[in-house]
């Protein structure tokens, strides 16, 4: 997140560059997530804990991660071999509906990354990012309905079940994710600066 200097580690976006590398890694990985289904905690595990170390002691922000009670109990452990402390974990809260529309319509321009939603967020002249002036843009493979209808029955049944323990450690925020990415990013800083 730029504006605090952290570095964003996603664990969803390292599995899209093990797939574009066609690593045994990112092959395994590709047929789990189109299913919308979580891969396997061994090997999340593994990919992450190097990238940790990478960061050499600078703040981290963690996007994607844990998201089962066993990536959970090993992000403990890992943080204490490591001499680092979780702050804060952030719950966006959205009605499923919306959940869905915002999966569903979002792309983003395949030189520069920026993002964009064909309802909510359009580039400003149609079919060019506003960035860089690319004409080219990409959509996640599983971002469509059926597969996004999985992502949330895998985040009800595997991924919920770890905020009690967030919340009896006294570390949970819930912040109301309706509205612009302004106004959602506004109740996001006053709990980090908060924290
Ligand atoms: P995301 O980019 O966070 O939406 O993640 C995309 C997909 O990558 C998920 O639907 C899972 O298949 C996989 N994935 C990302 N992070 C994890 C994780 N921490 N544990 C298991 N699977 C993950």
Known sequence: MDAYDL????TGE????????????????KVLMDAGKLVPDDLIIAMISGRIDDTKGAGVIL??????????????????DKGMQLDRVIQ???PEPEVIARLTGRFSCAKCGTGYHEVF???????????CGSKEFV???????????SRLRA???????IL????????????????????????????????
């Open 164 to 195: 009690p323990y967030y919340e009896a450690a006294g570390r949970l925020s819930t912040v109301d994710g309706m509205g612009g990415v302004d106004q959602v990013f506004a109740r996001i800083k006053e709990i980090v600066e908060g924290a």
């Open 92 to 94: 966006i809260e959205i």
């Open 14 to 29: 390292m599995l899209r560059q093990e797939t574009k590398l066609k690593s045994k890694l990112g092959d395994e990985a």
């Open 63 to 80: 996007d994607g991660f844990p998201r089962t009670t066993a990536q959970a109990e090993v992000l403990d452990q890992m943080l204490v």
């Open 155 to 161: 985040y009800h049944e595997q991924t919920a079940p």
């Open 7 to 10: 570095v964003q580690l996603s």
């Open 139 to 149: 959509r996640r493979s599983d971002d469509n309905v059926e597969t996004a209808r």
């Open 121 to 131: 967020n359009k580039p400003k002249v149609a079919e060019i990012c506003d960035k």
